[in-house]
């Protein structure tokens, strides 16, 4: 089964077989170690979907390949691949991955990082070592910068998402267990009003 085949599958199912896939952007490597499912419209309210397509969202629409980028909290870049067929937006996010190519330039670009395994721990520092931006939106991934698991991918783990305001509990989440890479898990917690 090739990649291209796995993505235009069910979404959770496509999340998973990314896990241990490598990606190459800005002269770094990482191995995928984490990554996220969203589903499209009405069935997912945390994906970027949920309400129909906007100018943002668009390429979530499909085809099945591309790199769906946006830039949250006003600071940070995220990437996802967009997954299942054309016209049904899914994506999946990708969370976390060991950098394994590429590490000098890696570690130039997250100076603060303390340990090699922070490096691309989570989806805005994964970005930040492979100089993943907005022009890196509706990138095509199939065409040599995404590739396939080099041997045995190892235990896959599941749980709920992280940070999202809606469908908390779907187990969506998935990781290389044990990977160190792998992001702390933090359920989002909504912000009380003032008295």
Not at 39 to 64: C, K, L, Q, V, Y
Not at 99 to 128: H, K, M, N, Q
């Amino acid at each position: 089964m090739t990649l291209a085949s796995v993505l235009t599958g069910p979404v959770d199912a496509a999340a998973r077989a990314l896990l241990g896939c490598r990606l190459t952007a800005g002269g770094v490597t990482v191995r995928l170690t984490e990554v996220e499912a969203y589903s499209g419209t009405g069935e997912d309210p945390a994906s970027h979907a949920h309400r129909g397509r906007t100018p943002r969202n668009a390429i979530m629409f499909g085809p099945a390949g591309y790199a769906y980028v946006y830039f949250t909290y006003g600071m940070h870049y995220c990437v996802n691949i967009v997954t299942g067929t054309e016209g049904t937006a899914s994506a999946v996010l990708l969370r976390a991955g060991e950098v394994v190519d590429g590490l000098p330039v890696a570690r130039e670009r997250r100076a603060t990082a303390r340990r090699d395994f922070d490096l691309a721990r989570g989806p805005a520092r994964l970005c930040s070592a492979l100089d993943i931006g907005r022009e890196f939106y509706g990138t095509f991934l199939l065409d040599g910068l995404l590739e396939p698991p080099v041997g045995p991918v190892g235990g896959i783990s599941a749980g709920p998402r992280v940070g999202v305001t809606g469908a908390h509990d779907i187990p969506w989440r998935f990781w290389l267990t044990g990977d160190p890479t792998v992001s702390e898990y933090r359920r989002h917690v909504p912000r009380l009003p003032k008295e």
